[in-house]
Structure formats: C-alpha cells, structure tokens
C-alpha cells in the first residue's frame, strides 16, 4: 500500500503561482496530478515516470505547469505558473506500482486526499 500526501494548494490571482506537494510513502513507477472542478470529469493534468524523469502534459497547461520529482524525497511536484481561473480545481495527486495511460485515471491504484486550488480574475 502507498499512502500519498498532498500540500501546497490555497487562493491566487490569475496570473500568480503555486507549487503543489505530493510526497509518497512507497515505491512507485509513475507518479501524476489530476483535477476535477465541479460537475466535471476528473482530468490529468501532468504525469511523471519516476524512474525516467519522463513527463507528459496536458495541452492546457503545456508551457505554464512543470511536473519534477524528488526521489530521494519520494516527492513529486507541480510547479504551476501564470494561473488562470480555468486552472481553479480540486488537485489530486496519483501513483502505480506498474505502467498505463498517465492520463487515464483508472489506471492509478493509489490516491491523495486533494488540495483546493482557487484561481481568481
């Protein structure tokens, strides 16, 4: 079992940043952040091979977020920059032992509790 531990959200102005935690208490493969605002679908934000360093995105925030990882932390980051209120979510932090689509949210077996991004005009 890996238990995940998320921090780092709260309220900006569009325009502003916040860097989000997830710090994992196992060993995973690949590692990700979702979000999903009300009456949405959950959607994948940025995902990371742990091992690779390999990153992928999402197009909407290609070029604004940055996924890293920390191994000897067992840490993962997003660092998100030049926030809009479109970004404004519930932020989950993701990760599996084993690989999958880093964008398809079942393929992920462990889960954090979520942090509350607000993003406002």
């Known amino acids: 079992q890996v238990r995940l531990v998320e921090s780092g959200g709260g309220s900006v102005q569009a325009g502003g940043s916040l860097r989000l935690s997830c710090a994992a208490s196992g060993s995973t493969i690949r590692m990700a952040w979702f979000r999903q605002a009300p009456g949405k679908e959950r959607e994948g934000v940025a995902g990371i091979y742990t091992g690779s360093g390999v990153t992928y995105y999402d197009d909407s925030v290609k070029g604004r977020f940055t996924i890293s990882r920390d191994n000897a932390k067992n840490t993962v980051y997003l660092q998100m920059n030049s926030l809009k209120p479109e970004d404004s979510a519930m932020y989950y932090c993701?990760?599996?032992?084993?690989?999958?689509?880093?964008?398809?949210?079942?393929?992920?077996?462990?889960w954090g509790q979520g942090t509350q991004v607000t993003v406002s005009s």
């Open positions: 993701a990760a599996d032992k084993y690989d999958g689509s880093w964008s398809n949210h079942r393929t992920y077996n462990y």
